[in-house]
């Protein structure tokens, strides 16, 4: 016999939370697919979808009907000052206003234009096109719009540096090595396609040539800069002399197999756009044809990540940067089963199917650091079977634990039989080991765990020209080592030499003022909503020092209304660290930290008050801020389902801590 034993949780709002949670739980039902799976919109900004028209400009294929409904997206997400911005209510970003203001000339829009006037007057103010960053040069080189030799170079030969030596490509994050492989191969040809207009309204005045080149929003470190500066100068020298051609010739094949062995089996890399688009160039360079299956496979294979609406104006067409399904999928699993549905649930036990099915098995880039480690992992995607990652894996350990699997019932009507050592419910329990097993692992050497990669963790990589956009290393993060710590206590492994590890890392990594940096979400609220709950499960008392600052810090960080927030800046500057507009999802990432600690009792029922408050008559929340986070201070995502699933997981842990106790067997 067990105890379930009762949390001191307040009363006062369980009756609206009750409401709430059965409104929530009904919509999130409501949404899940026939084979089991669910999928919310993971919105970014425009530059995808001006990425999308410039790459269908280069290879030759931009219709009419694709510019002009993209355009119309585009248009409709410019602000009042002319500007575009990287997320909602964030400032004007000038690389992202300049994309966008090729892709609507592009779409026949003219520079005279008041919405392309008051664009082109703020680039010129922010520098104009020599300060925008070197992804957008690249494209701007695509097209003759600035020089190749005005870019940092990364020549192909980079592909035969062995795994231990600095610089090679499995030094960068999985992301950043299939984005820099392809553009050694593009660098190397240099194409320069024309336009059929200039640019030259998006230069600041003066001379060019004194202008300075790169970024002007990056603080500068003149020791590496002076370093690499060298290298880079001598890396161009190396290219004008023309490097030993059968040598570049071997490499960028060498470049070319790499990239052809890892297109995944939807046409996609690593189910991402910019190694897709890159990859696409460069095969393209490399003469392979439109009509050529990698190449077919890679175009219809954006479709599927391609999003129309029909509007007043007429259609419009926009592109996600990634999908999440199986993220989605697990997170709304783990929701379900806090608001109460029994393991056996249907749409549990669809959606376990589905996931037992999306397993990875196969090799991966990780293989490179764990050659011995059998694989077990899930990825993020419907397809990328080559990037399983550990945050994604711990999360479907904690769903799969929360199911039951039964065999059918027979056909003929009569009782079921008991159930099989080898039927699906040890399939799941199976999958679950190999998961645990495969995470475990890949923990880095500081008991840490990272998303994809194990020690990926060279900062010489990010002081290199290239580099002044995104990140492009993998260290460990507080917010994947949580789950990962979440996951290993849950399946009995708290006392585990990796998870006593990982307690270690995280109670290391505390900041000073009691919060945890959230790499994956925004940002102090994400990483202190995760790392509380895997410190309680793995055994930390609620007491202790590091849990009490950091609820002390939750309580102190929560809005007037009730609710919680953190605006994406607070990435720049860590004085805005848990500020910002009340969100549905920050809110329940707080109170999921708060009722695992206790003793916050008025912070939780203010914090479920505003959850219910805030409701939609259909069950769900409005959020149009971004709460995800791609890359820290350039990239940022608005996951469409975390509005509903971490409120129905905040209320459902809040009305269960407040039953009273109840015996079971």
Known sequence: ????????????????????????????????????????????????????????????????????????????????????????????????????????????????????????????GQGGIPATRVFTRIWLALFGQWSWDDLPVMPPELIYLPAWFPFNVYDWACWARQTIVPLTIVGSFRPATPLPFGLKELWPEGDPSTLQVGRRDRPKDPKWDAVFGGLDRALHVYERRAPVRAVRRAAIRRCAEWIIARQEADGCWGGIQPPWVYSLIALRLLGYGLDHPVMRRGLAGLDRFTITEDTPEGPVRRMEACQSPVWDTVLAMIALADAGLPADHPALTRAADWMLDEEITGPGDWQVRRPALAPGGWAFEFDNDNYPDIDDTAEVVLALRRVRLSPPAPADGSAAALPSPAGPDARRKA???????????????????????????????????????????????????????????????????????????????????????????????????????????????????????????????????????????????????????????????????????????????????????????????????????????????????????????????????????????
Request: include cysteine; glycine fraction near 10%.
């Open 1 to 124: 016999m067990t105890v379930t034993r009762t949390r001191h949780v307040g009363r006062s709002a369980t009756g609206p939370a009750a409401d709430a949670l059965a409104r929530a739980r009904d919509h999130l039902l409501s949404l899940q697919h026939d084979q089991g799976w669910w999928q919310g919109e993971l919105e970014t900004n425009v530059t995808m979808d001006a990425e999308d028209l410039l790459l269908r400009e280069f290879l030759g294929v931009r219709t009419t009907e694709q510019t002009q409904a993209a355009a119309r997206w585009i248009a409709s997400q410019q602000r009042d000052d002319g500007t575009w911005a990287n997320f909602y209510g964030g400032p004007g970003d000038l690389s992202t206003t300049v994309e966008a203001y090729v892709a609507l000339r592009l779409a026949g829009h003219e520079p005279q234009a008041p919405h392309l006037a008051r664009a082109a007057e703020w680039i010129r």
């Open 431 to 665: 999958a679950i080991a190999r998961g645990l097993t495969w995470i475990t692992g890949m923990v880095s050497r500081d008991g840490g765990w990272a998303a994809f990669d194990v020690d990926n963790t060279s900062r010489l990589i990010g002081k290199l020209p290239f580099c002044d956009f995104g990140a492009v290393i993998d260290p460990p993060s507080a917010d994947v080592t949580a789950h990962v710590v979440e996951a290993l206590a849950a399946m009995g492994q708290a006392g585990s030499r990796a998870a006593r590890r990982g307690v270690v890392w995280l109670l290391r990594a505390q900041e000073s003022d009691g919060s945890w940096f959230g790499r994956w979400g925004a940002n102090y609220v994400y990483g202190t909503g995760a790392v509380v709950p895997a410190l309680i499960a793995a055994g930390v008392q609620p007491g202790k020092p590091a849990i009490r600052r950091a609820v002390a810090w939750l309580e102190q960080h929560q809005n007037p209304d009730g609710g919680w927030g953190e605006d994406m800046r607070s990435y720049d500057d860590p004085s805005l660290a848990g500020h910002g507009v009340s969100t549905a999802s920050q809110t329940a990432w707080a109170l999921l930290a708060l009722l695992a600690a206790g003793g916050a009792e008025p912070a939780v029922d203010a914090g479920i008050r505003w959850l219910a408050e805030h409701q939609r008559n259909d069950g769900t929340w409005d959020e149009p801020q971004f709460t995800g986070t791609g890359f820290p201070r350039d990239f940022y995502i608005n996951y469409h389902l975390y509005r509903l699933v971490f409120p129905v997981s905040a209320l459902g842990r809040y009305l269960s801590a407040a039953l009273p106790p109840s015996g079971t067997s």
